[in-house]
Structures are given as structure tokens and as C-alpha cells.
């Protein structure tokens, strides 16, 4: 057997409904780092967006974006921006219907418009800060993922007239725009790949549709107890949910960590 190496989604996995860190979840990660288990974030969000999240919990490699965007150790190893001229394509398309957009590069991202509900609604439930109003951030930064904010039933305008692109639903007015074939499954790849890992002692945890091809890539994927029916479809395990300690859990029933929590609380009783 060769290192093995955990990917864990963000949203919904390793932050609960209240976007926040479990103790269990810090204590699981910690215990697989000191048995020398590789960790890494796999994650639709830029790396902006979870530079704090990966620095308190000791994570130095990430696939962000989707895929489009993947470091190990530090170093950038695969990325794969959207040609500028879609991106005008794009956003022409979005003007003329009246949508709101944003465009998001590896370490920054910006709105078409100030203060729109849908903008506002999207990213305030995720606890994300409004993005700065630049509806020309694409014709100066390599973009590597668009969001459009629309209702439900105008998505399928844009997947109709744009088949080259992939489009993911993160939200009840947020659509994802990336090139088509980008997953995480692609970014999860090309780190096997320059870390020398066997895909065979890879494992990933995640809960959305984002997560599809990930789990279905890996050695071992784990559904969140929270996870979308076609998420828990593909996964060869579910554990509990992102409020219920599902990592640890998770961790526990792959047999990578001992139930240390399980440990503290017998060692708490036998001193009181």
C-alpha cells in the first residue's frame, strides 16, 4: 500500500450548515496528518476563498475551482483558464437578458453590479463578502470560472445556447460556469499524478454535484449524511452529516484514524 491521500470538498463537508469547523473535524484532520496521511481541499471556491480555512487546518495542496486550478505544496501544477473571447461571448449574452454576473480568477473575483439580491442572497448564505463591481475583470485576468444569477427555469438559456460550457447549480440563483470536461475528478488527476500517489489509496469526501465525478474517480468516496441522492448514488460510503461530526466518522469507519474522540471522552470519565 502505497501514501495515502484524503480530498475533502468544503461547503457542506468540512464547514457545517453554520459554515464553521466542527472540533471533531479539526481533531480528524490533525490525527491523519500525524500518521503521515496526505490531505488536500478539493473545492469549487477560488483559492481566496478558502486561504483561511486551509492554513488553520494545515493544508498546503488544493484543487480549486472545479479543477481549473490545482497546487501542491505551494507550487501550481495544472491550470486551465476560460479563452477571453467566450468569456465576451458570455457576457454579452448575460447583458442582454439582464443578468448579473461574476467572474472569478485564482485570486480574486468581481460582480457586474452593486448591492443585486441575487448576488447579494447567493454569497451572503455561503458568508462571503460582496465582490467588488468590475464588469471588465475578464479583459485583464486569467478567468478560470463565471457565475450567472438567474432564476431557476432561465438556466437552461445559457446551457441550450452555450454547450461547450459545464454549468453547476451551487445555488437557488448561482450558476457555475466552467469550460466542459473540468471537474475535480480532472484537478484530483493531475495531483496523483505529481505527488506519485496510487489512485487505488485515494479517498474523497464530498456532498454536492460538483462532487459526482470525484467520488466516482477516487479509490474510496464518502458522501456527507447530508449529501445529495445522485452524490450518495456514486459514493462506496456514507457517513453522517456535516453537523454530526461525518468526517470523523467518515475517518473512523475507513479505519484511517482510531475513534480518539471516543478515547478523550472514556479518559474525561475516569478522572472526574
Known amino acids: ?32 496528518q500525524q500518521q503521515g496521511i496526505y490531505t488536500a481541499i478539493a473545492t469549487g471556491r477560488t483559492p481566496i476563498l478558502f486561504e483561511e480555512i486551509r492554513q488553520s487546518l494545515g493544508i498546503d495542496s488544493y484543487v480549486a475551482m472545479n479543477g481549473q486550478y490545482v497546487v501542491f505544496e505551494g ?51 455561503t458568508k462571503i463578502v460582496y465582490p467588488e463591481v468590475d464588469p471588465t475583470f475578464h479583459l485583464r485576468a486569467p478567468i478560470y470560472q463565471a457565475i450567472v444569477f438567474c432564476e431557476e427555469d432561465e438556466r437552461s438559456h445559457y446551457i441550450d445556447r452555450f454547450p461547450h460550457f459545464t454549468f453547476l447549480p451551487w445555488h437557488t440563483y448561482a450558476l457555475d460556469i466552467l469550460p466542459k470536461g473540468c471537474s475535480k475528478a480532472i484537478g484530483i488527476t493531475n495531483m496523483l499524478e505529481h505527488g506519485n500517489f496510487e489512485l487505488v489509496d485515494s479517498y474523497a469526501f464530498g456532498d454536492n454535484n460538483n462532487d459526482l465525478e470525484m467520488l466516482s474517480l477516487v ?3 464518502v458522501a456527507m449524511g447530508n449529501a445529495l441522492p445522485e452524490t450518495k448514488a456514486v459514493a462506496d460510503m456514507i457517513t453522517t452529516s456535516c453537523n454530526e461530526d ?8 475507513l479505519g484511517l484514524i482510531a475513534p480518539v474522540l471516543q478515547k478523550q471522552e472514556e479518559t474525561s470519565l475516569s478522572t472526574q
Open 246 to 253: 461525518g468526517i470523523y466518522h467518515g475517518l473512523v469507519k
Open 75 to 125: 507550487q501550481v501544477i495544472y491550470d486551465n483558464p476560460i479563452p477571453q473571447e467566450e468569456l465576451i461571448k458570455l457576457q454579452i449574452e448575460m447583458q442582454r437578458n439582464n443578468h448579473p454576473y461574476a467572474h472569478v480568477s485564482h485570486d480574486d473575483f468581481k460582480s457586474s453590479v452593486a448591492n443585486h439580491p441575487y448576488i447579494r442572497d447567493s454569497f451572503g448564505d
Open 1 to 32: 500500500m502505497g501514501r495515502p491521500i484524503v480530498f475533502f470538498d468544503i461547503d457542506g463537508t468540512l464547514l457545517n450548515e453554520n459554515k464553521e469547523i466542527l472540533a471533531s473535524t479539526r481533531i480528524a484532520i490533525h490525527e491523519l
Open 219 to 221: 479509490g474510496t468516496g
